[in-house]
C-alpha cells in the first residue's frame, strides 16, 4: 500500500500532528516534516518533495491553508489532504478550488486516515491521462472531468459539491463497479452510513430526473453510461 510514500503535516495544534504522525509512521509511511504555518510549509514542500500533504485549512499567521496549497500544486505535483472541523458544501467547494484531492473531517479516527490516504495515492496525477476529458452519460448528459462540470443538451447543471465529488470520482472510475466505502471516503472524507450515501445518489437522481448512478447488486456505485 505504497508504504515507501514520504508525508508532509501541516498542521498548528500539536496533539493531532503528532496523533497523525503516530497512526502514519505505524503503518510504515515516512513522515518527514510537521510545520505549522503555509509559509514554512511551502518552503518544505519544495526542498523535501513529499509524495502527500496532510494541510489544515486553518493555519497560524496571515496565510491559510488553502492558499499555501494553491502555491504549492503551482509549484510542483503531490497530493494534498485537507484537515477541517467543518463538513459543508462550502467548505468542501473551498477545499475542491484550492485542488485537494481528499480531505478529513475534525476528530478523525485511524481508519479514516489510512481510508483517505490510499485513495489519495491512487488518485490519478495531473500529467497523466488515465482518463478520458469528457464521459458521456444517458439522456444527454456529459461530465467534463478537468472543469468538474455536468451538462446537458450543452446545458450546465448545478448541484451541489458532494454532487460533484460524487459524479468526479464515479467517472474517474467509470468502467468499475466502486464499493461503497470507497466513493463515501472521497465524498464525505469518512465511511457514512449507508443510508447518507443512498440519499445522495437518490436526491442527484431525481434532481436531474434520470438515474445516472445506480447500486450494483449491492456490490458499489456505478455510473450509467451510453454504450461505447
Known sequence: MYRDASILIVEDEKIPATFLQEILEA????????????????????????????????????????????KISSLMQTKIIFLSAHSDDEMIE?????????????????????????????HPKKVEKKYVKIVKLVEGYEYNIERQILTCMDVKMEIGA?????????????????????????VYGEDKKTSAMRALISRLNKTLGVELICNSSGLGYKLKKIPS
Not at 504555518?37 to 491553508?65: H, N, Q, T, Y
Not at 485537494?100 to 476528530?107: E, F, I, S, T
Not at 485511524?110 to 491512487?122: D, F, G, R
Not at 454532487?163 to 472521497?186: A, F, G, M, T, W
Request: proline fraction near 3%; aromatic fraction near 8%; include cysteine.
Open 94 to 122: 473551498y477545499a475542491l478550488d484550492a485542488g485537494a484531492v481528499n480531505y478529513l473531517v475534525k476528530p478523525y479516527r485511524e481508519k479514516q486516515i489510512i481510508t483517505t490516504l490510499q485513495v489519495a495515492l491512487n
Open 162 to 186: 458532494k454532487s460533484r465529488r460524487l459524479l468526479d470520482y464515479l467517472c474517474k472510475h467509470e468502467n468499475e463497479i466502486v464499493p461503497k466505502e470507497q466513493l463515501s471516503q472521497y
Open 27 to 70: 503503518e510504515g509511511f515516512t513522515v518527514v516534516a510537521i510545520c505549522d504555518r503555509a509559509e514554512e510549509a511551502i518552503e518544505a514542500a519544495i526542498r523535501l518533495k513529499p509524495d502527500v500533504i496532510f494541510m489544515d485549512i486553518v493555519l497560524k499567521g496571515a496565510m491559510s491553508g488553502c492558499e499555501a496549497a494553491l
